[in-house]
């Protein structure tokens, strides 16, 4: 198993040497200055190091793995902190985190072949920004994007709602540029749609969760801007009645839809309780939502007729029971933020036992039948929280603990429920791990799941890359 063997903590003569690449203003040590680096939102890791370096320049980075490298010392890279299986976290003293956060320009927006650089500090919601200014639109879209910066979406191979429409950060991306374990700077900065030179280490490096190299830059796909784009929220009796609605969609819509998002009445009832101004969209509750998503290139009334046309088929098809259709910018808001907050409106019920996989689209009610059978006889009262990006096969597959009991009893049985779960979706061809990663959280169960030759190729490149396993130890592999 690919990891690191220092334990010792970093020396005072590395600190300043380190520290003599960034300056000390953006070397820290102090332990509040570095507080906000080490704690992670769930608190299921608690990160600890000496010394935070916070780069502003590719050949800073160059610079500090190249010693890093010489003194066989372990770098983390870390981009917003948002990740949620603790591939961001330092695990001792040992280690030095490398925030990327300093690294946060926009070198480039090009208008004509619709790409844009961005540096990989930079904040997913910026580079929306810029993109809008510019008349186009870049369309990953996730719960953190206030926060979580591009490096680390890359590294994780983000996906979002707008995967089934637009793809996952690997189709967003043209090229990188990135700094390896010696400190050599690999230039791909490229701007080709096609270019079959040889192995794509792009797509590499790509959801290597900062195990192969530092992600210090992106050439990012731009697409241009909706003329047209309708929301409308949907309730409906079953999964089942769901898969239905999707399938029409797709076959009334083409490639206009853009989101379908599945949502069970409970979540509901979490974000209503504890979301401010949060209220049900339609006026009966009913077992499960679907937000649904129809963009148009063409014109804001030919989306609308879209969506009409759609939700006309599915309620003739007897497979939705109520539909409202956003009427303002502000209902689609608010429709989207429902979705948005389901994750958050969990916290205050408790433990939540949490799980992100995927299994093939066609499968996704049957998973929710079979694990909610299962997991119920394993704990009865448990309340089973599934959402996600219906149209893509992700699921988040969460569960809450029994109203009144023991928080820390129920955490304990985080295996048991993984066992659980997991199994499942492995019957079913899944995965699970769908958009978060593996990290920390669920090293060993890639270990267990992805035996054989795939995982020997995977530590083949490791080494090939990282042949004293520096960057980011005991994480992913």
Partial sequence: MNDNSVTQPVSDELVQRFSQIVGTAHALTDEGDIAPYVHEERDLFSGRTRLVLRPKTVDEVSQIMKLANETRTPIVPQGGNTGLVGGQSPRSEAEVLLSLSRMNAIRDVDVAGRTLI???????QHVQEAADEAGLMFPLSLGSEGSCQIGGNLSSNAGGTGVLAYGNSRELCLGVEAVLP???????????????RG???????????????????????????????????????????????LKLAEARAGTQLTAFELMPRIGMEFTIRHTQGARDPLEAPHQWYVLMEISSS????????????????????????????????????AFWRMREELSWAQ????????????????????????????????????????FGHMGDGNIHYNISQPVGADKEMFLARWGEMNDIVHGIVAGLGGSFSAEHGIGQLKRAELAKNKAGIELELMHRIKKAFDPYSILNPGKLL
């Fill in 298 to 333: 063409r014109s804001a009334e030919d989306a609308r007729a879209t969506m009409e046309a759609v939700l006309e088929a599915a309620f003739e098809a007897g497979d939705v029971d109520d539909a409202a259709i956003a009427q303002s910018l502000a209902d689609a808001k």
């Fill in 182 to 196: 010696s400190g050599e700077i690999y230039h791909g900065l490229r701007r080709l749609k096609k270019d079959n």
């Fill in 118 to 124: 961005a540096e990989a500090g930079v904040i997913l």
């Fill in 199 to 245: 192995y794509d280490l792009r797509d590499l490096l790509i959801g290597s969760e900062g195990t192969l190299a530092v992600l210090t830059a992106a050439v990012l796909k731009l697409s241009p801007k909706p003329a047209g784009r309708e929301v409308a929220y949907v309730g409906l009796a079953s999964p089942e009645a769901a898969l239905n609605l």
């Fill in 347 to 386: 916290k205050p019920e408790g433990g939540s036992i949490k799980h992100d996989v995927s299994v093939p689209v066609a499968l996704v009610p049957q998973f929710l039948a079979e694990a909610g059978l299962a997991v119920l006889k394993a704990i009865p009262g448990a309340r089973i929280v599934s």
